[in-house]
């Protein structure tokens, strides 16, 4: 049963393309898609034991703004409506704030690959929200820290991107 309003998240550290066969999966599950950016600002980017790097200043290069612009370029390019998105700040450091910033009457579109996932899954159901694993890998084919070394060692990232996200990552001056 598709979800009238669905929520997914992410760093998007940048918005590469095993994000988006994730975006996309959340997208075909509901009406309305509530897209979550995590780390927005780093006074709200918390220390998280399952996933240390994830806070560091060199693994969140790009502002709020231009993960916004990497996410809406991302979907509109694969063909979702822009009238079915909406954008947000999701300072999933701070669980007890997301109910600021996204439904929480929405289905919560998650995928776990580590344990991570698990805790993000946890903390979703803690806070009482419904939430939808839809799956669980162990194999991440492209991670935004692949991506990241890539761009500073000259090699091949573009590939690892949606082609209107590497648009986006040149037009911010992040390609070199």
């Given at each position: 049963?598709?979800?009238?309003?669905?929520?997914?998240?992410?760093?998007?550290?940048?918005?590469?393309?095993?994000?988006?066969?994730?975006?996309?999966?959340?997208?075909?599950?509901?009406?309305?898609?509530?897209?979550?950016?995590?780390?927005?600002?780093?006074?709200?980017?918390?220390y998280e034991e399952?996933?240390?790097?994830?806070?560091?200043?060199?693994?969140?290069?790009?502002?709020?703004?231009?993960?916004?612009?990497?996410?809406?370029?991302?979907?509109?390019?694969?063909?979702?409506?822009?009238?079915?998105?909406?954008?947000?700040?999701?300072?999933?450091?701070?669980?007890?704030?997301?109910?600021?910033?996204?439904?929480?009457?929405?289905?919560?579109?998650?995928?776990?690959?580590?344990?991570?996932?698990?805790?993000?899954?946890?903390?979703?159901?803690?806070?009482?929200?419904?939430?939808?694993?839809?799956?669980?890998?162990?194999?991440?084919?492209?991670?935004?820290?692949?991506?990241?070394?890539?761009?500073?060692?000259?090699?091949?990232?573009?590939?690892?991107?949606?082609?209107?996200?590497?648009?986006?990552?040149?037009?911010?001056?992040?390609?070199?």
């Open positions: 049963m598709r979800a009238d309003v669905g929520v997914i998240h992410g760093r998007f550290q940048p918005l590469h393309n095993g994000h988006l066969e994730y975006l996309l999966a959340g997208a075909n599950r509901c009406e309305r898609l509530v897209v979550g950016i995590t780390n927005p600002d780093p006074a709200l980017t918390a399952t996933d240390p790097a994830r806070g560091l200043p060199d693994a969140n290069p790009w502002t709020y703004y231009e993960r916004y612009l990497m996410v809406e370029a991302a979907l509109t390019g694969a063909g979702v409506p822009y009238e079915r998105l909406a954008i947000v700040p999701f300072p999933h450091g701070h669980p007890d704030r997301l109910r600021y910033y996204a439904p929480a009457d929405a289905t919560y579109f998650l995928t776990v690959y580590d344990a991570w996932g698990e805790e993000k899954v946890r903390r979703f159901t803690e806070l009482g929200l419904r939430t939808e694993v839809m799956w669980r890998r162990t194999d991440k084919p492209v991670s935004g820290t692949r991506v990241r070394e890539a761009i500073r060692s000259g090699g091949d990232w573009a590939s690892l991107v949606p082609a209107p996200v590497a648009e986006v990552i040149k037009a911010c001056g992040h390609d070199r």
